[in-house]
């Protein structure tokens, strides 16, 4: 059980174009679903917290209008990279939290982002 | 966030216990101390938490001291697919987790 998927598991694209996210809990419901990047040889660095039909939280530093995110549901949470550019080439990691154990987080598998 | 230190890297060898430690000196009465583990190229993995009782299961086990200023997560036996970086965060229930630099485990055969 708990299981987090992300789609898709990587993706290639150009400078000045967008990219969306996927992040599902399979088999739970996610009261509240995260977003990390981790570059490479570094750690996971949170950039927002969201909750189900609210604004998501953003850490400071990070733009909410490059990284957009929405929380449609209990299953589903999508960042958006807009006007990617090649320092926002990274790996892209969410996790989500049930609602039967707010205190554990399970994570997805990540996606890797390349931008030319 | 209470500040963690933990080993850079630590070797085992496999079918031996591992230990590793984690000083969390300005952890809060509040603060659960939660290990996860992230395998090459993949998303990290819940290992394990606790409050203040040592904890068991299938994966490992916490050892909490008495202080609460350190613990250790130990891995009974290591087999190769353990080898992994080994994050110790204190969090406060329901809050976020802040990750640390971590431990790299190399286990060899």
């Known amino acids: 059980g708990a299981v987090v998927s992300q789609h898709p598991s990587w993706v290639i694209c150009k400078s000045g174009t967008s990219v969306k996210i996927e992040c599902r809990s399979l088999d739970f419901q996610a009261t509240t679903m995260f977003w990390y990047r981790q570059f490479p040889k570094q750690s996971l660095m949170l950039m927002a917290t969201?909750?189900?039909?609210?604004?998501?939280?953003?850490e400071q530093g990070v733009e909410k209008d490059k990284f957009l995110i929405n929380h449609a549901s209990l299953t589903l949470s999508t960042l958006t990279v807009t006007s990617a550019h090649p320092e926002d080439s990274s790996f892209y990691i969410c996790?989500?939290?049930?609602?039967?154990?707010?205190?554990?987080?399970?994570f997805g598998p990540g996606t890797r982002l390349t931008v030319l | 966030d209470a500040k963690t230190t933990q080993p850079n890297s630590m070797e085992s060898n496999e079918e031996e216990p591992v230990h590793l430690p984690c000083n969390h000196s300005?952890?809060?009465?509040?603060?659960?101390i939660h290990w996860y583990r992230q395998l090459p190229s993949q998303g990290p993995e819940y290992v394990i938490h606790g409050l203040t009782s040592n904890v068991n299961n299938r994966m490992a086990s916490l050892a909490i001291a008495e202080d609460r200023k350190s613990s250790t997560l130990i891995l009974h036996r290591a087999t190769l697919r353990d080898a992994a970086v080994y994050y110790c965060?204190?969090?406060?229930?329901?809050?976020?987790?802040?990750f640390g630099a971590g431990t790299i485990l190399r286990v060899k055969s």
């Open positions: 965060i204190p969090m406060e229930y329901g809050n976020k987790l802040v």
């Open positions: 300005t952890i809060s009465g509040t603060d659960y």
């Open positions: 969201s909750n189900e039909g609210s604004k998501a939280t953003y």
């Open positions: 996790s989500a939290s049930s609602v039967t154990s707010t205190d554990t987080q399970y």
